[in-house]
């Protein structure tokens, strides 16, 4: 059921721009979700695009800039005077225009503030820049219904119906005392249900989950998954209700952050995209990259310091990039099980227990591995004593590399650093070199060269 | 705050437990929310905690069972009698209460199912279990308040207080025909505030999105997310409305989903946690070592073809674990772009222009990485023809890695196939076999060995 932007469509509206067929556009647009007419603004050229947002209703264009990729938006508005933006921003969520408006240069964005008519909005809008990007207080948005305990359900009624002309979903109406400090909430069921003359105060509901505006994103990400919630009220330090964050935020900060690991796992280390620029995409690659070369430098002193062993067990060399890989792969997916865990707080029980444990699993995964490779020795003609020596000295290599991928994020996470951070390059390149280090030592003490 | 549950809160319980204080228990944990009893049954023991099931209220136990572990949830049910198994069902939701009938040997479901009193219940759980598990009718709930668009507004807010009553949020009330057909919906403020003796058909939103029950339950998280939507009504083949999904089961799919091509990417199959057993661990990690051996052995064998050049360019050996480590870092970082490219949709623009910007990116970062190399070739004494020569392979294998780690990804998912499967050990392995064979034919034809 859903709408398809089709390229006929793209086409169609590429036309009637070009000429200039504004009517024509506008009874066409205005019919399209919102959602929609950003996927059309995002196939358009920049100029096109922003004779869009000229032509539409600030209504219908302030909600598609903000589906908008970041860069593309940016461009957009480079377009449009300060006056044409603050119209946008009047149209949005506090949240939103907060967002659009940190985007902007400084002085810029004094001079759309400054273009506002509401002033109680531009307020707003400063309120919110002021408090960091990823706490509570820069989540929310100043959008809200809230009554006094005072109040009648009839009057809370009256009253609701207008404060909710302004905020697009009502999940709660919160309810403050004569201070504004939050004292509880009350469902839209339960005042459908209560009887008209009941006070607020006999009726609402006194126990309410709710962060304050120092609260760290995550923090608030997880407290609403845990306890299923669809908004949650914001205070200030003194308990005085300043904003709400509603779920919508929070879906999108939850895949934030989990492309963030995902990538950080994969070593790219800023929030990059596919369709960046190829220098954004080399800053973010580049550096991990200079990282696993000095890695594998590393591992080109070590095998150096091991030359006199060449002439007799060449083949030892040649299974250099097996033993790399194998810690390398054992590393990470060690810290990528921990880092996950950590994440969801299921990593319980003592420390020598997880020991025990990654022990136990690295011995059947390297004696498997082990036994595959005396196989393997045997069938490519090698010495027993020699594809013996590879396999005892890549288990002890297992061993180790699963200890380091489990020790790592663990050690970092307790230091307060974020344990994603150890786990694609950095365990790889780390236990590369050591994993090379220990094969050649092992295997000298077990060959004696 | 945020409930803490501290340890000393444990010890009282478990002690309590001990001496089957049940009016303590059941007076302390009445007062506590849902998902901190969750919590706290977490901390004990399969027979304590058994115990505080069958002691606590259905209406609470039921949504803590809901926030368990799968493992320890399966084992306490074990304990339970199909009758308390059936109680506890009855309180719950009716898509939870499918996920964990469909958790049962099948046996046990069919006793369970026969317990449930309220026959309207059990088959509507039946309903859901016919349902594929990732199809938005089997993320679906049955539960959502309805009503005809031949209603007066005022019977409407009767029939919806009495519907409300087993609905624990209430997102949108859905319109429906004669027939039960999905008409619209109509939001509970547009119910505050139109005229009591208002037919629905005068006062309804005719747009409203849905989904029908095979609807793939990505494409329900990606709808849902475009537009911003807290539940989408969910439709038979018929057009007939049988349930919808809400915006929290969405997150917990995204986020499973999210650690599923995490876990995906650092080389491990199956939906694991750091707490699961080692037996468990090693099913989902072993055979991502073993692809990995065999990429490792693979290399064994390119290196005895060119055992020749040993004699002469010995040190082109002890380069090999830094050019496999190249190759498959550059092949993880650009197979992992693509992967979150393709699932948020912004891989866009004809396949030549990413080839010439990813041998761009390539250039960009061999060449930097071929002069590091370069410059530690003349610190370390070798040869200048030699450093230059590992520079160019190096270079070249860059190139390739690339675009090996860009090309996979979208073929696979030309042809349907999860691209998330061609990051980690899949793409270091053959990165590995490829860069190195890569290595040495481009040593050869400039050293001439």
Request: glycine share 6%; hydrophobic share 45%; charged share 30%.
């Amino acid at each position: 059921m859903q709408f398809q932007i089709s390229e006929e469509l793209i086409k169609q509206v590429k036309h009637l721009i070009q000429t200039e067929s504004d009517d024509n556009l506008r009874s066409m647009l205005n019919e399209i979700h919102f959602a929609d007419v950003a996927e059309i603004l995002g196939e358009l050229s920049l100029s096109k695009a922003t004779y869009l947002i000229k032509l539409l209703d600030s209504e219908k264009t302030s909600e598609a800039l903000m589906e908008l990729e970041e860069d593309f938006r940016e461009r957009i508005l480079e377009n449009l005077s300060a006056k044409e933006i603050a119209e946008e921003l009047e149209e949005m969520d506090s949240d939103d225009a907060a967002d659009i408006v940190a985007e902007l240069p400084d002085d810029r964005a004094e001079e759309v503030i400054a273009k506002i008519e509401d002033e109680k909005r531009a307020e707003d809008i400063k309120e919110l820049l002021s408090y960091g990007e990823d706490t509570a207080g820069g989540l929310m948005a100043k959008e809200l219904v809230k009554v006094k305990e005072t109040w009648t359900v009839a009057g809370c009624v009256r009253e609701m119906r207008q404060q909710a002309e302004k905020v697009t979903r009502v999940h709660s109406i919160y309810v403050v005392d004569k201070e504004g400090k939050l004292k509880g909430r009350l469902s839209l069921k339960d005042l459908l249900t209560a009887p008209a003359k009941a006070h607020i105060s006999d009726v609402y509901i006194r126990k309410v989950d709710y962060v304050d505006v120092d609260t760290e994103g995550e923090e608030v990400a997880r407290i609403m998954q845990k306890y299923d919630l669809e908004a949650i009220p914001v205070t200030d330090r003194d308990g005085i209700l300043v904003g709400r964050v509603t779920i919508d935020d929070i879906v999108d900060f939850i895949k934030d952050e989990a492309e963030k690991d995902y990538q950080l796992a994969a070593g790219i280390s800023q929030d990059v995209e596919a369709d960046d620029s190829v220098w954004q995409l080399t800053r973010a690659r580049l550096p991990w990259l200079i990282l696993g070369l000095f890695g594998g430098l590393g591992s080109v002193f070590i095998m150096e310091g091991y030359e006199e062993a060449l002439a007799q067990y060449k083949e030892l060399f040649f299974f250099t990039p097996l033993i790399a890989a194998m810690a390398g792969n054992v590393g990470v997916q060690s810290s990528a099980i921990i880092v996950q865990g950590l994440a969801n707080d299921v990593v319980k029980g003592s420390l020598f227990n997880r020991l025990i444990k990654e022990i136990s699993l690295s011995l059947i995964s390297g004696v498997t591995l082990g036994i595959l490779v005396i196989i393997f020795g045997l069938l490519d003609g090698m010495e027993l004593i020699f594809s013996f020596t590879i396999a005892v000295s890549m288990l002890f290599v297992i061993i180790v590399a699963a200890l380091i991928g489990t020790f790592v994020p663990i050690i970092l996470d307790k230091k307060g650093i974020d344990p994603a951070i150890a786990t694609g390059p950095f365990i790889t390149t780390s236990n590369d070199i050591f994993g090379i280090f220990l094969f050649f030592s092992i295997a000298k003490l077990i060959l004696g060269f």
